[in-house]
């Protein structure tokens, strides 16, 4: 089993499936009256979090806390890190205190890799800067498992800031590896000029939403920062949405059985309207519980053997 | 699959035939012990138990016709010796429809030995509802026992050493049905 | 002042023969002189660093004018350019006259203040360049390393203005809007690493503008640490033209690649950033024909704290003196006539540094470095001389050994240790 969680590219297909299988395992478990496990009992879990997440580290935490581990929150807030302690230094911290695993949210791309360099924990990569979320991965590739059977031959379209997505590029990642079709698609200043060749060699790009929605079974759309206008990388979001936002006219020319995801959290009107959010075929609530399962699953196979 | 290697002594000490009666003679047990087996549910533990629970429902049906309810119960996620080992991969758990409140539940399981999976299953199950009474069937006891747990159905009683291994193996994972000692008495 | 014959030296890669050093110039003879049994190794003409940032005033932390000096005499050095990007800036003749001072006083070698060519790097207004090129330090070549004069009619300006004394501006070739927030080389690792890139096209940009502005109004112009192929192509066209143009490439960009970057281990983080292969083919290739002109370190020591960090805040950089020459070896082999002339001669013209970069004939001054062309060493960075560890090649194995180094006949360096 692998150490550390810093990158979907951590995964093979075999671990990949494993984490799923496992995931599902804890889904079927999280339907009982009693829904904690004794599992990881006696292990400890930080969640280190130097950016407001809620939803991420609320996830991780209802995670750790139902399979028994000790979890303790360690948020960059009224701590000794906005008091300027390096990574480094909290990194010993946290190895003095025994931490089995130390789950990081960071705005700096690479912090989980230098993390794991100074603590002799796991380290489980919560978002790092624009790099990668491969939990969210995790989740995201679960959700379609469950909704279409399978992932195997599965086209997929990311769209929107894929640039600056951590959640793209673990997707596209882990779906690649998991034998899914990519395609991304955005205005061209947001989609990385050699990203098939960086990723995936596999991975498609399209300018065009309109014309890859009718061979698409998942729609991913990503969260897009009004803030890149004034970067000039898209006029108005007005015409953002006009060219790339998911609207109920767009949600039809997509095959029947299609769902549409989305990481959240979502700027509804921009990149999707409420209507598309809030129809039977956005799984955008199912997603925020098969996160739960996702990182049970992830903590279990890093933390539920010899170390 | 379950082959001994050649060069590690071992023994049969139920061959299919063996195996088969020993599994007729637990089920009659079952429903003598049982009253006919009715408010019963039939829970295995995988990998080998399921098959196993499986294999006691449908001798139960051929005595008496009646339909004994069998799921599976996986108590990895309540093993004490997780760390001991590499991380195992989950098995599966399935209780059936009715669910397990209220009814007797007999654990079945291929070898009783430590008693350190019925501890885990029993927790296990106490999450899962509230049983009226749980009893426990092992195709095979072999002793060295570490806990205060005996089983209600065995199969076969086999004294061993601690260096030795039983190894059970069944059509339904292991494509053959006996059962080996491996391992020198030392 | 004492003596020394050099026993069995060669001499850029000639057949061993006796080099006399006496009264701090090479001789033809040097009766009572010590013996240094120089069979096996090489001569050249002290290296000439154009490139260096010695942090001092300022970051004495990270090096200071004396533990930079160490450092360079240790790698061969016998002059070196201390960068103005100090604190305060070098851009008036107290700081460079300071610097220069410093540099006298720990007597290692010849330490050239670089003038800062806007008031505190700040591109908005010249510094008095005229006052730093007539104080102490005789400031020759001035620039805003680490800072691009980006704002081109403050770039025609400074070309021009310095033309009254012979001097050069040293551009850092980077358009700064192309380049906000960026860490590394934009490319497949960038993308891949979700760390924003560093365009070629930025250097690129701002190298075609300036030789375009050098040739209008007919001045000199040196580009710094010159890292991609399509930088190479513009001065190659440049040159044919006849602009007065030269250039320099660190040893880093000769030898590393982006790919280093995948460890997020921020002591492979430097400003241009480390680019592709094909780049450092291209830099090579480029080196050995002279369309880049000399080989310059920009060491750059840093504190621990500033690089054993997340690589978005560690500051830029890598110390280089002391393997500049061991990395140049290992690109080139053994060319001592290719490498003497990339390493010193160019470097003592471009500057206008007389006493330096001299062949070793009888009446030059003794400035030189031996050389042990067969032995291997493993970079260790503890054993440094400079004051900061942020080595990349930790660990790894290059050829030569600096095994002495005479500045005006006096050693630096024997036995591969400092003398003081």
Not at chain 1, 46 to 73: C, G, Q
Not at chain 2, 151 to 168: C, M, Q
Request: net charge negative; glycine share 8%.
């Amino acid at each position: 089993m692998i150490k550390h969680l810093r990158s979907a590219a951590d995964l093979d297909a075999a671990t990949a499936t494993l984490i799923l299988d496992t995931a599902g395992e804890m889904a079927a478990l999280a339907g009982r009256e009693v829904k904690k496990l004794p599992t990881l009992r006696g292990r400890t879990v930080v969640n280190l979090f130097y950016e407001d997440s809620t939803r991420t580290r609320i996830s991780f935490e209802a995670a750790a806390k139902r399979l028994s581990a000790d979890v303790i929150n360690f948020s960059a807030k009224g701590s000794s890190v906005s008091k300027g302690e390096s990574l480094k230094d909290t990194a010993l911290t946290l190895q003095a205190m025994g931490a089995d695993a130390v789950v990081i949210r960071h705005p700096a791309s690479g912090a989980p890799h230098r993390l794991a360099q100074w603590v002799d924990g796991s380290v489980v990569n919560a978002g790092d800067g624009t790099h990668e979320h491969p939990t969210q991965a995790l989740l995201d590739a679960y959700t379609m498992r469950s909704r279409l059977g399978k992932l195997d031959g599965l086209n997929v379209a990311i769209v929107g800031d894929v640039l600056h997505s951590r959640v793209a590029r673990s997707n596209l990642l882990l779906l690649t590896t998991l034998g899914a079709s990519v395609t991304l698609v955005g205005p061209p200043t947001l989609i990385p000029l050699d990203v098939a060749a960086a990723l995936s060699p596999s991975a498609k790009v399209s300018y065009d939403l309109d014309s890859v929605l009718p061979d698409m079974d998942v729609v991913m759309m990503l969260r897009v920062q009004t803030e890149r206008m004034q970067d000039s990388y898209f006029p108005s979001a007005r015409e953002y949405s006009r060219r790339y936002g998911l609207d109920l006219a767009r949600m039809r020319k997509m095959p029947e059985h299609a769902i549409v995801m989305h990481p959240g959290p979502m700027n509804r009107g921009m990149e999707i309207t409420p209507e598309v959010a809030d129809s039977s075929r956005s799984t955008i609530v199912e997603q925020v519980a098969n996160g739960v399962s996702a990182r049970m699953a992830v903590l279990y196979l890093l933390l539920g053997g010899k170390a | 699959m379950a082959q001994p290697r050649a060069d590690t002594p071992s023994k049969i000490i139920l061959s299919a035939s063996d195996l088969h009666r020993v599994v007729d003679r637990v089920a009659h047990q079952i429903l003598e012990k049982t009253s006919g087996a009715t408010g019963t549910v039939l829970l295995g533990i995988p990998t080998r138990g399921v098959p196993l629970a499986h294999r006691l429902a449908a001798r139960i049906h051929a005595f008496e016709g009646i339909d004994v309810p069998v799921g599976s119960l996986d108590i990895t996620l309540y093993r004490d010796d997780l760390r001991l080992h590499a991380t195992r991969a989950l098995g599966k758990t399935e209780l059936p429809g009715g669910g397990i409140d209220g009814l007797r539940v007999i654990l079945v399981d291929d070898v009783l030995f430590s008693g350190r999976t019925v501890r885990a299953a029993l927790d296990a199950l106490n999450d899962e509802g509230r049983p009226s009474s749980v009893q426990l069937a092992v195709l095979v006891d072999r002793g060295h026992r570490q806990l205060p747990i005996r089983a209600d159905y065995v199969g076969k009683n086999i004294p061993t050493a601690l260096s030795e291994s039983v190894r059970v193996s069944l059509t339904e994972t292991d494509g053959l049905d006996e059962v080996r000692l491996t391992g020198s008495e030392k | 002042m004492s003596s020394f014959v050099l026993r069995g030296v060669s001499v850029l890669g000639g057949a061993p023969t006796d080099l006399f050093i006496r009264d701090g110039v090479i001789s033809s003879e040097a009766p009572d002189a010590e013996i240094i049994d120089a069979a096996g190794l090489v001569a050249l003409p002290g290296l000439v660093d154009l490139h260096t940032h010695l942090r001092e005033p300022g970051r004495e932390d990270a090096e200071t004018v004396e533990t930079g000096s160490r450092a360079a005499a240790l790698g061969g050095y016998t002059a070196v350019f201390a960068m103005a990007n100090t604190s305060p800036v070098a851009d008036t003749a107290g700081v460079v006259e300071q610097v220069w001072r410093l540099g006298r006083e720990a007597g290692l070698v010849d330490v050239q203040p670089i003038g800062a060519v806007t008031v505190g790097l700040a591109g908005k207004q010249l510094a008095e360049l005229g006052a730093m090129a007539t104080s102490a330090a005789g400031v020759r070549i001035f620039s805003d390393d680490g800072f691009c004069v980006a704002d081109p009619r403050l770039m025609r300006r400074a070309l021009e203005y310095v033309k009254a004394f012979d001097g050069i501006i040293a551009q850092h070739a980077e358009e700064p809007r192309l380049t906000e927030g960026a860490q590394m080389h934009e490319g497949e690792v960038s993308t891949r690493l979700g760390l924003t890139g560093w365009p070629a096209v930025a250097e690129e940009a701002i190298i075609a503008r300036d030789v375009l502005l050098a040739e209008h109004v007919g001045s000199r112009l040196h580009v710094c640490h010159v890292s991609t192929a399509g930088s190479v192509e513009v001065l190659r066209q440049a040159k044919a033209r006849g602009v007065r143009v030269t250039a320099e490439v660190t040893p880093h960009h000769l030898l590393l690649t982006d790919e280093l970057a995948a460890s997020y281990d921020p002591v492979f983080k430097v400003n241009p950033p480390l680019r592709t292969a094909s780049d450092v083919h291209a830099l090579r290739e480029a080196l050995i024909e002279g369309v880049i002109d000399v080989v310059a370190t920009d060491h750059a020591p840093h504190a621990v704290e500033d690089k054993e960090c997340e690589w978005a805040y560690a500051r830029p950089g890598m110390v280089g003196l002391e393997t500049a020459l061991p990395v140049v070896l290992s690109v080139l082999g053994e060319r001592w006539e290719l490498i003497a002339d990339r390493m010193s001669r160019t470097p003592a013209k471009i500057a206008g540094l007389t006493g330096h970069g001299t062949d070793l004939a009888v009446g030059s001054p003794a400035n030189l470095t031996l050389v042990d062309p067969s032995a291997r060493r493993v970079v260790d960075p503890a054993e440094l001389a400079s004051r900061s560890r942020n080595t990349p090649y930790a660990g790894t194995t290059l050829p030569g050994r600096i095994v002495a180094t005479f500045l005006r006949g006096v050693p630096t360096v024997l036995d591969g240790k400092a003398v003081k």
